[in-house]
């Protein structure tokens, strides 16, 4: 059984950068593409951004682009969101999520999800 834990939440002010961490626990944590969402209030759930197994492919949500990077240790099982010059609408609650895909941005494409961590930028 495949299990994501998020940490690294918290309120920051705009302009500052965080870290969020997904911890992942089961087999195989190498097999799976891994994934970060958001949901702000109100608003869907929205993809932020992917790593493949061997972390040499990523992708990111334009709206994140540029200030978000997002890394994986396989030996650890964990993959990291470093986020940068964090604005006002980067406000949501971030999962972290497992896919068997090859690469997809695709919330429904992915089966496995963590609880959730909120991150909260004052402007």
């Known amino acids: 059984q495949v299990q994501l834990v998020e940490s690294g939440g918290g309120l920051v002010q705009a302009g500052d950068s965080l870290i969020l961490s997904c911890a992942f626990s089961g087999r195989t944590f190498s097999s799976y593409l891994m994934g970060w969402f958001r949901q702000a209030p109100g608003k869907e759930r929205e993809f932020v951004a992917t790593?493949?197994?061997?972390?040499?492919?990523?992708y990111y949500a334009d709206p994140v682009k540029g200030r978000f990077t997002i890394s994986r240790d396989n030996a650890k099982k964990t993959v990291d969101l470093q986020m940068n010059s964090l604005k006002a609408e980067d406000t949501a609650v971030y999962y972290c999520?497992?896919?068997?895909?090859?690469?997809?941005?695709?919330?429904?494409?992915?089966?496995?999800w963590g609880q959730g961590t909120q991150v909260t930028v004052s402007s």
């Open positions: 999520a497992a896919s068997s895909a090859t690469m997809t941005t695709t919330s429904t494409e992915y089966r496995y």
């Open positions: 790593i493949n197994w061997t972390g040499g492919r990523t």
